[in-house]
């Protein structure tokens, strides 16, 4: 089968071959078709060294595609079933995953750094998948918790897009923040996912909703999907005087992953607000705030992985979101694109000015 595969960290080019295979399904494993994969900053991320990932690796986490294979032990998933893949399984036995916060489990997080499900060239070289998974692959192995059943009438290409984009701005609005109506929200950041972050504050029924983004190209899509303003950084200070009266947002959500924009949101919040970090940053990438206004300033500092979502309900929810009009995903794919071409996507996803390319199998 074809999938695209980096080879060393730091490379700028995929190699895309048509010579790769996959390890057997183990008995709690799956092995799905991939249908549609975003092409997500994350891959950047993981390409460049900020995100860590073993190599040779086959990048991708976001993805839907059909089930033809289930290992002997899998009663939930059968060979036909539409899935969304989930890049963060729990295992649902640890006290993580029992209390509610599958999203933290580390379990295959962990295996995905010493097993790798795919083989490639004469002498059947090894290759991991991101996060365990390598969805910019024609076919991938995923264990069971991997892959969340949803139903059939679902967009390859929106079901794609709940696997993460969605699900991490969303639940990081809805789940973390728990965004009230008639609040602010400052969102810095108009990726995939901080338009799925103004989405979710608009589900939410917040009143004003500020996109902050350097491109303005960007502006008009934000407002499309629900900010109510859209201004560049330079043009926050007026911004914050003109919608707060120079207070503060009652949100400041960071979906950028850089120390100097998580302080941006810090300065933003007013007291007693909530700052939500969604960008994923380097491990060396420190944020600086005293001690002094993290006490007397109020504010609460969140994180928010993967919309800190039990993604077994939340992907089947946003699906019927979608589908009764409350999520916009049409708008945010920018480009269609077949495999052959994510070198071109990775490319432009350098540069900044596309949202979601959305891989479709042929």
């Known amino acids: 089968m074809r999938a695209a595969i980096l080879h060393a960290v730091g490379n700028d080019k995929l190699d895309i071959r048509d010579d790769v295979t996959l390890a057997p399904v183990g ?24 995100l860590p990932q073993p190599v040779p690796l086959v990048l991708g986490h976001e993805g839907a595609g ?36 599958p999203y933290l489990c580390i379990k295959y997080v962990v295996e995905a750094f010493s097993k790798g499900n795919f083989r490639f060239g004469g002498d059947g070289a090894t290759a991991y998948g991101m996060a365990g998974c390598g969805t910019w692959a024609e076919e991938i192995v995923v264990p069971w918790q991997g892959a969340i059943k949803i139903d059939e009438d679902v967009s390859w290409e929106a079901a794609a897009l709940i696997g993460c984009g969605i699900t991490t701005g969303v639940g990081a609005a809805i789940n973390t923040a728990k965004v009230r109506p008639g609040s602010t929200v400052a969102v810095i950041g108009c990726g995939g996912v901080g338009l799925s ?19 303005e190209s ?16 330079e043009q926050v200070p007026d911004a914050l005087n003109e ?9 400041g959500f960071e979906v950028v992953g850089k120390a100097a924009t998580i302080q941006s949101a810090w300065q933003i919040t007013r007291q ?14 420190m944020v600086s705030i005293s001690a002094f206004s993290l006490l007397f300033e109020g504010k609460n500092l969140l994180s928010s992985l993967y919309g800190e979502a039990d993604v077994r309900h939340a992907f089947p929810y946003f699906a019927k979101l979608h589908k009764a009009g409350k999520l916009d995903l049409e708008s945010m794919i920018s480009a269609r694109i077949r495999l052959s071409d994510l070198n071109d996507a990775v490319a432009a996803l350098r540069g900044g000015e596309v949202l979601r390319q959305i891989v479709v199998m042929d």
Not at 27 to 50: E, F, N, Y
Not at 72 to 97: A, F, M, Y
Not at 199 to 214: E, H, K, M, V
């Open 27 to 50: 008995p709690a494993d799956v092995r799905v078709r991939i249908k549609a994969t975003g092409v997500c900053h994350s891959d950047l991320s993981a390409m460049t060294g900020v």
């Open 66 to 101: 059909e089930v033809v294979e289930v290992g002997e032990h899998v009663t939930s998933l059968k060979p036909g079933d539409h899935v969304v893949i989930n890049w963060r399984p729990g295992c649902q036995e640890c006290d993580l995953c029992l209390g509610g916060q």
């Open 197 to 215: 972050v103004i989405q979710g504050a608009r589900l939410s029924g917040a009143r004003t909703i500020l996109a902050i983004d350097p491109l």
């Open 218 to 233: 960007k502006h008009e899509l934000a407002k499309k999907v629900g900010a109510t303003h859209a201004v560049t950084p």
């Open 243 to 251: 919608l707060t009266a120079g207070a503060g947002f009652d949100y």
């Open 272 to 285: 007693g607000g909530d700052v939500v970090v969604v960008g994923a940053g380097a491990v060396d990438d």
